[in-house]
């Protein structure tokens, strides 16, 4: 079914809004999004996708719908996925939290503009070139193939990888390694530089293009119209920001989720190959003709193994040993800095409820394989965290033994601000007040630095 240039017109106009909505109501003023609030605005944009698709569904027919339905899910499915790589790279320049945002929504705007224009050059492939089912389908049975492999060599280092890509972008481009806000530009020691900033959306820009050379092909294997690849796309790239906040604990367990995506890809794969045997016209298999020996696998088919694959695939996440490790882990991180936390001596009930859910969280974390150890150093500062929540919890109760108040911190350990907030490092990990106000010092000294240089410069150009 063809698409009006009123309605392509629309759904652009559309998309636009969506976009310059989140930017100036959301990420123009840096914070850091609370719970509830990522959890409102994902439901927010997953409902516009869904009534998109009812309405695709009601105006465009039930083949149409069922097209844009299985593309969104897959799509989704990758994008989750990508959030993997986004969590690293923005580890690595340590982007402190309040800014994530912003740098996600650079990613998203980015990604909708290349995919947009990888779509553009594959609908004109796939109507000049029947082979090009061929050559879409022979792309994600490899990057299928080369996804299992990479599982089950489980290299621990592989974030160390991504790390020296980070590098590459730093030494090609001359960057400075400290923050101004969120501004793309500094001048440093009388030189205009990159700022990390830039440096990690020029990053997440090069991952997006690396992205969209599996997800294109694999929706053009569920459906050839245009349309409904560009809006499917699109709106599994929205909200991707507001997931990534609320998700952000839930991601790490999905352990088994590059699994069903590799299973999801090679399915789509040999879906296009036998879609491109109905369209044969390559010389040397059966004389340039159509081959209809295999029948063609159907959209509706194709939709239900998507959603059984994907629903199978998170519940052995989150209930095999391997994703109850992980569990296991991030719950003995959340409860050791929980109970650092906790300052006041009103509280000592609920502290020590706390201090016993941390016991029992790691004694399953001591108890687990030695297989499962890049699991725990994996996740940051957790042993440390229990170490220091150790010691904080026998300096309570040598106070209580005294019948003194217990809401002091030991020395060398007090996390507490003078006005009760907790102090933290540009990541959200709890740090100790001193260190805080080491690299506040720190940070102010280079400011200054950064100022002079500045005025040095601006003197310059006028002379």
Known sequence: MSVSPLVWALTIVGVLGLLAFDYFFHVRKAHIPTIREAAVWSAIYVGIALLFGVGVLVFGGADMGTEYFAGYVTEKALSVDNLFVFLVIMGAFSVPREDQQKVLLFGITFAIIARSGMIALGAAAIDAFSWAFYLFGAILLYTAAKMIIEELKHDPDAEQEDGIFVRLVQKVLPATDEFDGDKLFTIENGKRVLTPMLLVMIAIGGTDLLFALDSIPAIFGLTQNTYIVFTATVFSLLGLRQLYFLIDGLL???????????????????????????????????????????????????????????????????FSPKGRAQAAVNDAHREAQAYIEMTYATFEERRDAMYDRMISHEKIVDGLPAKYEDIVVAEKNVRDLLADAHRIHDARL??????????????GLVVTRPDGTVATDPSGNVITVAQEEEDLALKEAKHREREQAKADHAASRRR
Not at 289 to 313: F, K, N, R, W
């Open 398 to 411: 040598a106070h209580n033994e005294r019948g003194e108040r217990s809401d002091d911190q030991p020395a």
């Open 252 to 318: 790490d367990r999905l352990v088994y989720l590059s699994y069903g995506l590799s299973i999801i890809l090679a399915f789509i794969g040999v879906k296009l190959v036998v879609h491109a045997l109905h369209e044969n016209e390559l010389f040397f298999l059966n004389g340039g003709e159509p081959i209809h020996a295999v029948p063609e696998i159907t959209t509706s088919l194709s939709l239900t193994v998507i959603i059984g694959v994907l629903t199978i695939t998170v519940l052995a996440s989150l």
